[in-house]
């Protein structure tokens, strides 16, 4: 189980350095593009790039926000209960979340096959859109790995790290 949880570690880690590479060079386009807009020459295309690029930020950072815990998640119900209820309504949660992101993964999956065979690029710099699909796709896989993982691993209440 360890080595599943490096694996899975190490490729969520590769994922949000590439978020993090994909967040800079939004900002910097976008600074770029007011800068010259204010200049009566605007970059062609930035919002098109924005807009990839955010859908790609979120699914990459997807599977190492599951890793840290950062996503919200309202107990106060929850942890008036016993342990052990705790637990099956903790794993119980989980598994929703897994059913969930599979459902998630089919219809990007059926949603890049489709913009791959009509070959859908965007409107104005006529970039091909299925691999942004493929890419919050993969995300979405490794999210999933990662509940995997939390499922199997967890044998604590609620709140185990």
């Known amino acids: 189980m360890e080595s599943f949880k490096w694996m899975v570690k190490r490729v969520s880690n590769h994922l949000v350095f590439l978020s993090g590479v994909i967040l800079c060079f939004t900002m910097c386009i976008s600074v770029a593009d007011v800068v010259m807009r204010n200049l009566g020459k605007p970059i062609m295309g930035v919002y098109e790039f924005v807009s990839i690029f955010g859908g790609l930020l979120a699914g990459f950072a997807l599977p190492h926000s599951f890793f840290q815990k950062a996503h919200v998640r309202v107990d106060m119900v929850v942890e008036k209960l016993p342990p052990s ?59 999933c790995l990662v509940l995997v993982y939390e499922l199997f691993s967890s044998r604590k209440g609620i709140n185990n790290e």
């Open 85 to 143: 209820v705790q637990t099956a309504f903790e794993k119980i949660t989980r598994v929703l979340v897994l059913l969930f992101i599979f459902i998630a993964i089919y219809f990007l999956f059926k949603m890049a096959w489709n913009l791959a065979s009509t070959n859908t690029v965007s409107a104005t710099l006529k970039v091909p859109m299925y691999p942004v699909a493929f890419g919050i796709m993969a995300g979405c896989l490794v999210a």
